[in-house]
């Protein structure tokens, strides 16, 4: 069964310092790997989708590496703001099927302080 | 606006009481996802419905039903309430097989005394 972990489950930086999520899962038979903001009582917005294919994926601020033979995804977020506090959570598919059985990680929660 | 809609936002309830969580997406999309999140765990699936009229189970089903009453509507309902059911409860849509999830509805809180 597919686990993926992130570590740590908090985080807090001043503002202006990068910040670096990581993510990893134990099964590297995976479509693709999708990164989620979750806003305190939000549910989850979309930041960035890793095909198995690429290595890295970027938005803006944001950069998120992928690494199949490590089981392992990074989320870089370049001069962090204080907007950028909230909770960060990755998930793949299920190795089984891509119906949607996304195995998510607990999430990293991100404080930026002023 | 378009997007997921989940009703009630919060609810109360007694241990045996009965509840439907309701929701509706207006993107027509063909995918919808039951998921439920507790403290310190990532988000669970509960059921999804691949397309109209099909329901299927996912990881932690177990006393859920759900109905996918049309294409834009996705119930979940809980008969006889537990305590282990207190959680966060949010639905997904999106558009098919493969597709990035981009819609969550904001979550239903619910209690269970």
């Known amino acids: 069964k597919q686990e993926v972990t992130q570590i740590p489950a908090a985080l807090s930086v001043p503002e202006g310092e990068n910040l670096v999520l990581n993510c990893s899962f134990t099964?590297?038979?995976?479509?693709?790997l999708q990164w989620f903001r979750q806003d305190p009582g939000k549910g989850l917005t979309s930041l960035l989708l890793i095909q198995s294919s690429q290595r890295e994926q970027t938005s803006g601020r944001l950069n998120a590496s992928l690494d199949k033979s490590s089981g392992r995804s990074t989320l870089y977020i370049a001069a962090s703001q204080p907007g950028d506090s909230a909770t960060y959570l990755c998930a793949v598919p299920t190795s089984t099927d891509s119906w949607g059985k996304l195995q998510f990680g607990a999430g990293t929660q991100v404080v930026v302080t002023p | 606006n378009a997007g997921v809609t989940q009703t009630p936002k919060f609810q109360v309830l007694k241990t045996g009481q009965s509840m439907t969580l309701q929701c509706a997406q207006d993107m027509n999309h063909n995918s919808m996802y039951w998921y439920r999140q507790d403290p310190g765990m990532g988000l669970r699936l509960i059921y999804y419905?691949?397309?109209?009229?099909?329901?299927d189970k996912g990881e932690v089903p177990n006393g859920y039903n759900v109905s996918r009453l049309n294409k834009r509507e996705f119930s979940l309902r809980l008969e006889s309430a537990a305590p282990s059911q207190t959680s966060v409860y949010f639905c997904?849509?999106?558009?098919?097989?493969?597709?990035?999830?981009?819609?969550f509805g904001d979550g239903t809180r619910l209690s269970i005394l």
């Open positions: 419905s691949a397309s109209e009229g099909t329901t």
């Open positions: 099964d590297s038979a995976i479509y693709n």
């Open positions: 997904a849509s999106r558009e098919g097989q493969g597709n990035v999830f981009k819609h």
